[in-house]
Nanobody, 111 residues
Framework: QVQLVESGGGLVQAGGSLRLSCAAS????????MHWYRQTPEKQREFVAVVSTNGYTNYADSVKGRFTISRDNAQNKMYLQMNNLKPEDTAVYYCMANGEWGQGTQVTVFS
């Protein structure tokens, strides 16, 4: 059972950037795909981005061109670089792998 811990959330002005990290308790190389999701009180948890072991990536349309997902298998970590943030990006961001979820990290974007 993999354990995941997110970090890097915070308060940022619209147009700014944040970098989220997700640390996995076991070798990230043993995990095939790793995902970022986000959730607000008004919405169901929604897909943000995914990265596979071989580097394949995919993004939600709402973040394409602004967010970049990456992973470092040697460090057992996954990242989400978020640029040109918008107020609608405000949410709790979760990483997910092997069906397990982290506790989430809050991102708040103000205009």
């Amino acid at each position: 059972q993999v354990q995941l811990v997110e970090s890097g959330g915070g308060l940022v002005q619209a147009g700014g950037s944040l970098r989220l990290s997700c640390a996995a308790s076991e070798s990230a190389g043993s995990i095939n795909t790793m995902h970022w999701y986000r959730q607000t009180p008004e919405k169901q948890r929604e897909f943000v981005a995914v990265v596979s072991t071989n580097g394949y990536t995919n993004y939600a349309d709402s973040v394409k061109g602004r967010f970049t997902i990456s992973r470092d298998n040697a460090q057992n970590k996954m990242y989400l670089q978020m640029n040109n943030l918008k107020p609608e990006d405000t949410a709790v961001y979760y990483c997910m792998a092997n069906g397990e979820w982290g506790q989430g990290t809050q991102v708040t974007v103000f205009s």
